[in-house]
């Protein structure tokens, strides 16, 4: 029972199992699943990105692939995804859009510390390019924010 829930979550409900580009569709869903947090406030996107992190870390875990990131992980990508987009005070297409982008870019690249985590083999590596893909994104978009006025 306890593989099939990790299972379950680590593949973002499924998305993962997609057989074309399951990391940029999770991110893709991530991204329009957090206008309606935004809509609410962005702190309960932060709350969500948590609880996405920390449910991943133990999800990977439990699954049996924190050795390795097969491409059926995704919440991994939920988590950063929505983390990129925390300094949004609402919901708005083209800062979505851009966050979305800029998550993406850094996910897939992977420069300096993210691909340090990626390069760990356990749970924390997994997750973890992810969260400071996230991060790294949702400073650009803050910095974009603060000189465009999307805020």
């Known amino acids: 029972m306890k593989t099939g829930v990790a299972r379950a979550i680590a593949s973002g409900f499924g998305a993962g199992f997609l057989p074309l580009a399951p990391g940029s569709f999770a991110s893709l869903l991530a991204a329009l699943a957090a206008a309606p947090f935004l809509a609410l406030g962005h702190h309960l996107l932060l709350w969500a990105a948590l609880v996405a992190a920390l449910s991943g870390v133990w999800a990977v875990a439990a699954s049996g692939e924190a050795g390795r990131d097969p491409g059926w992980v995704v ?9 990129a987009l925390a300094p949004l005070a609402r919901p708005a297409f083209w800062p979505i859009a851009c966050g ?51 805020r």
């Open 75 to 83: 919440i991994d990508e939920i988590a950063g995804q929505w983390l």
């Open 100 to 150: 979305f982008a800029l998550f993406r870019l850094l996910d897939i690249t992977k420069p300096g510390p993210i691909g340090w985590c990626d390069r760990r083999h356990d749970a924390l590596g997994v997750m973890g390019d992810d969260i400071v893909a996230g991060v790294g994104a949702a400073l650009i978009l803050w910095l974009g924010l603060m000189g465009g006025g999307w």
